[in-house]
């Protein structure tokens, strides 16, 4: 019951930044802070994040916000 609860609402965050990158200020896109670098493909993450226009860092964080509420959901459905 619980892991659903938690699944649900990651999967709820995971909407919330996908509305996040479609509505969102242009300043606080740009001042987003995504954190340190644990592995190469959050290094490589960060850098095209870090280095790109405003239009591609939108792309960037609904793509995020996108795997992050489709796997969430999908864990929904299978707990």
């Known amino acids: 019951m619980w892991l659903k609860v938690s699944l649900a609402i990651f999967a709820i965050l995971g909407y919330f930044l996908m509305g996040y990158a479609v509505f969102g200020n242009k300043k606080k896109i740009d001042d987003m802070y995504l954190g340190p670098s644990s592995s190469l493909i959050e ?6 994040y870090e280095f790109s226009p405003t239009l591609i860092k939108r792309i960037l964080v609904f793509f995020l916000g996108l795997i992050t509420a489709f796997m969430f959901t999908l864990g929904v459905i299978l707990a």
């Open 43 to 48: 290094l490589i993450f960060d850098l095209t």
